[in-house]
């Protein structure tokens, strides 16, 4: 049986505040790619969809 998407994430989110380990890899990734997506717009005009 398929779990629902909702009750999914929600649990993925305790797993995640629970794991000191995984809760700093995942800080870290979004601090690295946060200002990456700034800079991927003027850095590369031609693949600019808008």
């Known amino acids: 049986m398929r779990e629902q998407v909702l009750p999914g994430l929600l649990s ?6 629970s794991a ?3 809760r700093r890899i995942l800080i870290r990734c979004v601090l690295f790619a946060f200002p990456g997506c700034a800079l991927w717009g003027p850095c590369c005009p031609p693949l600019r969809t808008t």
């Open 12 to 17: 993925g989110m305790r797993y995640v505040r």
């Open 20 to 22: 000191p380990g995984i």
